[in-house]
């Protein structure tokens, strides 16, 4: 790593590889003439979702194959070195409270949490004004955010109405996809502060505009961040303790899908890219870089913008179609400052910060268990992310910098490394955190985001239930 210089393409294949050479899932040699397997079932994507499906059809005595484009497991999630052991994660990392199958499979396979760091004072930025308040419950203390906590819960309520499994069902469906999440703002926020906090959380949770995102939909991704017991919030979504970013994976959240690719063993081929699924009458027949793979069904496991450039034949209903076109993530990006110490916790600080100016809508202490170094990352999303990304690396680097300065002063401008990820320019990603809806589409084309398409089933992110 280069202490001016971004993470590059070729350190994260280099370090993505080497993971895979440790597990011994190195890539298939290359062939002109494709081979033939067979199996049960045939999975497209080694992320969670697919790997998580693979481990289940193995225990339940079934044939399975995963096909992976990458040279490595993990999807979304990608862990890098920083030295002494120590690793940080540039895709995804967190995990709270209702994540309960993701919790189970890191148990199960030996990966253990630890707790964000939490401790002193958060910050809030707003209008050039800095309010500093206790981490834990993370409730900001500025009068007006505090006048609209109320109204912002209300969401809550009206997520309690849409059904997780179903959402296109609520009484209300068709009338709130008509809407934007902008509307509900500017009819139930009547605060400057409010409006502008609520903006902050939008673009961290899902890196896009409020305008830009159908309020059916938004209802049905808080109400997905409970569970069987416990109803949705978009606190819980937004917040460290008792929230979605509460805890973290000892060894880097990649290593989970390391850990059951591992025993999953041959049955994960890399390098596989699929470029065609055909249906007929005995099965499924997926066709990828190399390999044939002949099975009774076929899961699709890659986020939307990957399974819309997939042939399928026959091709898939008007719905299907609809819905993979339209659900597309915002532009994001994970950037991260390495330190040789986390120097703000000597302040009492916890270096979570909510800002509505800077390239970064949210910061958080981002170092090792064992605090051996100081890390701060940030999330670059929606509005804010279009001009940043047009910067060259050192001027995206130092605004960064330059604001992580105005809440932790002048030693934030010298950390000894950075870190940036676009997860946008990955081809075998196409963006982060989650591919979301606009007006118009789940309402209309939402029985189709589950339905199994003949003997193509499909899983992910986006079409999980809570």
């Known amino acids: 790593m280069s202490g001016s210089t971004p993470l590059s ?10 993971g895979a050479a440790l597990l011994g899932l190195g890539p298939l040699p290359n062939a002109r003439a494709a ?27 079934r044939s399975v194959l995963v096909l992976e484009a990458r040279e490595r497991v993990g999807g979304r999630t990608l862990n890098m070195p920083i030295g002494g052991g120590d690793v940080i994660e540039v ?10 199958r993701i919790k189970a499979l890191a148990k199960a396979m030996g990966v253990r949490t630890y707790p964000t760091y939490n401790s002193g004072n958060s910050q ?95 209802l049905a991704y808080i109400a997905a961040a409970g569970d069987s017991k416990n109803p949705g919030s978009v606190l819980r979504l937004a917040t460290t303790a008792g929230g ?3 805890e973290r994976f000892r060894g880097g959240s990649q290593l989970i899908a390391q850990r059951v690719a591992q025993h999953l063993g041959k049955r994960v081929l890399l390098g596989r890219p699929v470029e065609r699924i055909v249906q007929h009458p005995g099965g499924v027949r997926v066709i990828a870089r190399g390999v044939t793979v002949e099975a009774r069904q076929a899961i699709v496991a890659v986020p939307p913008a990957l399974a819309e450039r997939i042939r399928f034949s026959p091709g898939l209903p008007a719905g299907k179609r609809a819905l993979l076109h339209a659900m597309r993530p915002g532009p994001y990006v994970k950037v991260q400052a390495i330190y040789d110490r986390p120097f703000w916790r000597d302040a009492g600080l916890t270096a979570q910060v909510q800002s509505d100016v ?15 170094r100081g890390v701060i990352l940030g999330f670059v999303g929606a509005a804010p992310a279009v001009p940043w990304k047009q910067l060259d690396p050192a001027a ?21 490394d950075y870190v940036e990820m676009d997860w946008g ?25 589950r339905a199994p398409t003949g003997r193509i089933h499909w899983a992910g992110t986006e079409t999980s239930d809570y």
Not at 9 to 18: F, K, Y
Not at 431 to 449: D, I, M, R, T, Y
């Open 9 to 18: 393409r070729r350190d994260l294949i280099r370090a993505g590889a080497a």
């Open 35 to 61: 081979r033939t397997r067979r199996a049960d079932v045939v999975i497209v994507g080694a992320g969670f979702s697919g790997l998580a499906a693979a481990r289940a059809l193995q225990h339940a005595g």
């Open 91 to 100: 895709g995804g990392e967190f995990v709270g409270p209702t994540q309960d």
């Open 124 to 218: 809030l930025l707003l209008q050039g004004r800095i309010d500093s308040y206790p981490a834990n419950p993370g409730i900001p203390n500025d009068p007006d955010v505090l006048k609209d906590l109320p109204a912002l819960l209300k969401i809550d309520a009206l997520a309690k109405q849409v059904p997780v499994q179903a959402p296109w069902r609520a009484k209300h469906a068709r009338a709130w996809d008509r809407q934007t999440l902008a509307d509900f703002r500017g009819s139930e926020l009547s605060t400057e502060n409010g409006r502008r906090l609520f903006d902050i959380i939008v673009r961290s949770v899902w890196g896009k505009e409020a305008s830009e995102l159908s309020l059916l939909y938004a």
């Open 244 to 246: 979605a970013q509460e």
């Open 358 to 372: 800077g390239p970064a809508a949210s910061t958080f202490d981002n170092s090792p268990p064992d605090a051996s």
């Open 396 to 416: 995206r680097r130092a605004a960064f910098l330059e604001e992580l300065a105005t809440f932790l002063g002048d030693a934030a401008r010298s950390p000894v």
């Open 425 to 449: 320019k990955e081809a075998w990603t196409r963006g982060c955190p989650v591919g979301s809806l606009p007006p118009g589409v789940l309402a209309k084309h939402g029985p189709a985001l």
